[in-house]
């Protein structure tokens, strides 16, 4: 008689569901957006711009060329490349670089980097997916991550830095124009590989270590790249001009737009009290749901109830406050921005409750917004128990959440700062 064997581990369909558990970050992610278009919260060292526009101009002649399997794509290889070259000849770990950490474990068990060893989704998690949105508004990329109007601009001041003269053009027998050319080449050989086949002893890798590393950029390209972003109209621009007197500002992202504030104009006032309106109404909804979850994990498994949260501070507090910071958050948003997202999904929040009532309507909440997300639904983080609920394992804490003026969500002011402080001359 054999044991029976075990099959392949098959994850319910419906998944997991740690993130925006309440369905807040949607209207936070757009509002961001009005105060700090195309940078994103994960955007860490800006110099992968002035890599994707060498790539993108690396790239350019395979445009055409028949592409067997989407994630190995010309620009994921020249992606492949770069990062194998960064683990390779640089010593030390370089903070913010998308993917190091995996080629590092990959490199140390002799493989390379390719569709299977690489970030499971690069096109979102790779340098060109994070930096693509800026990188496209800056105009040195296009969708389809070919050069821009602004691609040669930054690539010829990164060519003279670095003695490949020639490399933009492509043209002649110059040390820019051979590194095209064989750059292009590797990629072609990567693409038609599926995976990194750039001999592990390459001169190659040295020279995009050394050229492209994300805290070398020399003054000149930080010139021109912060020009490219602050130069201009908008808020984005009075934004930038703001920050940089508080480049070294380490204080948590709401108190800086409370210190900025005074000095704003109209317009990039109205946008930050829009944001600073919504988060303080997000925050107390979170608060209510972590609650939950706390008092349910300190309950020793026994299910909770809605009377259990009557006389809790943070259900009281929240059933004076929720409905006013629901007007306040509409009134704000309202002035820069359509409201309708925010009624559809949180006017159930908008009239007054018990605490009792309230704990109900957050764990009802909580339950619908993770029943819709995509593509099947997620799992709630609560299970129904004996006529009450029991928070799941992974979802309990032991930390009580407090009521407090931070942010629940990052709004790209930290980016946006990290942004001046990388192209500081």
Same mark, same amino acid.
């Given at each position: ?10 994850? /319910? @369909? ?8 309440? #369905?807040?970050?949607? $209207?936070?992610?757009? *509002? !961001?957006?009005? =105060? ?78 390719? /569709? @299977? ?8 998690? #790779?340098?060109?997916? $994070?930096?693509?949105? *800026? !990188?496209?508004? =800056? ?287």
């Amino acid at each position: 008689m054999s044991l029976p064997t075990l099959s392949e581990y098959d994850p /319910p @369909a419906a998944g997991e569901g740690i993130l925006d558990p309440m #369905g807040l970050g949607v $209207i936070s992610e757009r *509002l !961001a957006e009005l =105060l700090v278009p195309s940078v994103r919260a994960r955007m860490q060292r800006f110099r992968f711009m002035t890599a994707m526009a060498v790539g993108s101009i690396a790239c350019d002649s395979l445009r055409d060329e028949p592409i067997e399997d989407a994630s190995a794509t010309p620009a994921i290889a020249f992606e492949w490349l770069v990062i194998e070259a960064f683990v390779r000849r640089i010593p030390e770990v370089l903070p913010g670089v998308p993917g190091s950490q995996k080629a590092r474990a990959v490199l140390r068990q002799n493989q390379r980097l390719s /569709p @299977a060893t690489y970030l499971k989704g690069p096109s979102v998690f #790779g340098f060109n997916g $994070i930096y693509k949105p *800026l !990188a496209i508004n =800056l105009s040195i990329v296009t969708s389809d991550l070919t050069p821009g109007v602004k691609a040669h601009e930054l690539a010829r001041i990164w060519e003279r830095a670095h003695g490949f003269d020639g490399f933009v053009d492509g043209t002649g027998r110059s040390a820019g124009a051979r590194l095209r050319s064989r750059l292009t080449e590797q990629i072609r050989a990567s693409v038609r590989d599926g995976r990194c086949s750039t001999p592990t002893n390459s001169a190659l890798f040295g020279e995009l270590a050394d050229s492209l590393r994300p805290d070398s950029a020399t003054s000149s390209e930080r010139n021109a790249m912060r020009a490219m972003v602050i130069t201009g109209d908008g808020s984005r621009s009075e934004l930038a001009q703001l920050l940089a007197k508080r480049i070294e500002d380490h204080r948590a992202e709401s108190e800086i737009l409370t210190s900025i504030r005074p000095e704003a104009s109209s317009d990039l006032g109205a946008r930050i009290d829009a944001i600073t309106a919504y988060e303080r109404f997000a925050k107390v909804l979170d608060v209510c749901l972590q609650t939950v979850a706390h008092v349910s994990y300190s309950s020793n498994a026994q299910p909770v109830q809605p009377e259990d949260f009557a006389d809790h501070e943070n259900f009281l507090y929240a059933s004076r406050s929720l409905p006013a910071l629901y007007a306040q958050a509409a009134e704000k948003i309202s002035a820069v921005a359509e409201t309708d997202s925010l009624h559809n999904r949180f006017a159930i929040f908008a009239d007054p409750h018990t605490p009792a009532e309230l704990a109900l309507r957050t764990l009802h909440h909580h339950h619908k917004i993770q029943a819709e997300k995509p593509p099947a639904g997620k799992r709630s983080w609560f299970e129904e128990f004996r006529g009450g609920w029991v928070v799941r394992s992974a979802y309990g804490s032991a930390i009580a959440p407090v009521m407090s003026e931070s942010f629940v969500h990052p709004v790209r002011i930290r980016a946006f700062l990290r942004f001046l402080q990388d192209t500081a001359v």
